[in-house]
């Protein structure tokens, strides 16, 4: 199927952007998930604002404690070391397991996060790494911590009027643990449970529980995971009991793979 007929823009600054959006158009990033919907008709804009060439669309830099990482960055370059140290070595693991490169070379990881499809990487892992967005609307920029951004299946917390410009992602230590559990029944597709677990030296650990046909569930304390990894998994998937058993059965392993990970020296 083809997609219904619209109008192409492409905005050069920001304000123009903004513009654009507030008058109805659909802002177009890598168009990975936007054009299936499009191709189906599931998307009928008039108009599609395409923000590849706005400034500081897409690139990454370090202030401070802080990486930012332009919305428009592609999960290739991600994957290929964009964002530098820990963080960007964790990041880079994530980036190279979602979809195959053709869909890396154009995917962002802004799309992404705006689509907020419940299985996909980003939607995950950035919580879980303590991101925030940075929105950009009519009134200015707004930072929205990640946990909570997304709100619901293909829902986020951004306005109507309102676009991802950028996530924010700490600068973590070396002695950092990691750990990334993802259940896909083949290469390159969507998962069906993902785990995420984060252990930074003299703070409390964090873990996400994601792909779970819903928006990702953020524990941001999980010391008694880390403890009593099995007894605490049980518990926590119980808290699911909307899903088939042996969903909850891979949850309870991908949480239990993730803390692995994360306890390795
Ligand atoms: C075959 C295939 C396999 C895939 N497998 C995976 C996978 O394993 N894991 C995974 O995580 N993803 C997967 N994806 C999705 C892929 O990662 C996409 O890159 C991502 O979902 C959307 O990013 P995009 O840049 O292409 O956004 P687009 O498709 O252009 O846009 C997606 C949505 O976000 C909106 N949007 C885009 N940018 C912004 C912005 N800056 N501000 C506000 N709204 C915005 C658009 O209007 C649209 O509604 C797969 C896709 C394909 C085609």
Redesign the pocket.
């Known amino acids: 199927m083809k997609p219904a007929a619209f109008a192409y823009a492409r905005p050069l600054d920001w304000s123009e952007a903004l513009q654009l959006v507030a008058s109805g158009a659909?802002?177009?990033?890598?168009?990975?998930?936007?054009?299936?919907?499009l191709n189906l008709r599931l998307?009928q804009p008039d108009m599609l604002a395409d923000?590849r060439h706005l400034p500081d669309y897409a690139g990454v830099t370090v202030t401070g404690d802080a990486i930012r990482i332009g919305?428009?960055t592609t999960?290739a370059a991600i994957e290929d070391g964009a964002v530098p140290g820990r963080t960007g070595a964790i990041m880079a693991g994530v980036a190279r397991?979602?979809?195959?490169r053709p869909?890396?070379n154009?995917?962002?990881i802004?799309?992404?996060l705006?689509?907020a499809?419940p299985?996909?990487?980003?939607?995950a892992v950035m919580p879980a790494l303590g991101a925030t967005a940075i929105a950009l609307g009519p009134r200015g920029e707004r930072r929205i911590a990640l946990d909570g951004f997304v709100t619901g299946i293909f829902e986020t917390a951004?306005a109507s009027d309102?676009?991802?410009?950028a996530v924010e992602v700490p600068v973590l230590p070396d002695a950092v643990g990691w750990g990334h559990w993802k259940f896909?029944r083949k290469i390159?597709?969507?998962?069906k449970v993902t785990a995420c677990v984060l252990a930074v030296p003299g703070a409390a650990p964090r873990a996400v529980l994601a792909a779970l046909d819903g928006p990702p569930r953020v524990i941001a304390d999980a010391s008694a995971l880390m403890a009593d990894t099995e007894a605490e998994a049980t518990r926590i998937v119980s808290g699911f009991p909307e899903l088939d058993d042996w969903r909850r059965a891979v949850a309870q392993t991908a949480l239990m793979q993730a803390v692995a990970a994360a306890s390795q020296p």
Not at 97 to 100: K, V
Not at 119 to 123: E, I, R, S
Not at 188 to 191: I, R, T, V, Y
């Open positions: 659909r802002p177009a990033a890598g168009t990975q998930s936007l054009g299936p919907l998307a923000l919305a428009g999960h397991r979602i979809a195959y869909v890396r154009r995917g962002t802004g799309g992404s705006a689509h499809d299985a996909a990487d980003w939607v951004l309102e676009l991802l410009r896909c390159g597709e969507f998962s």
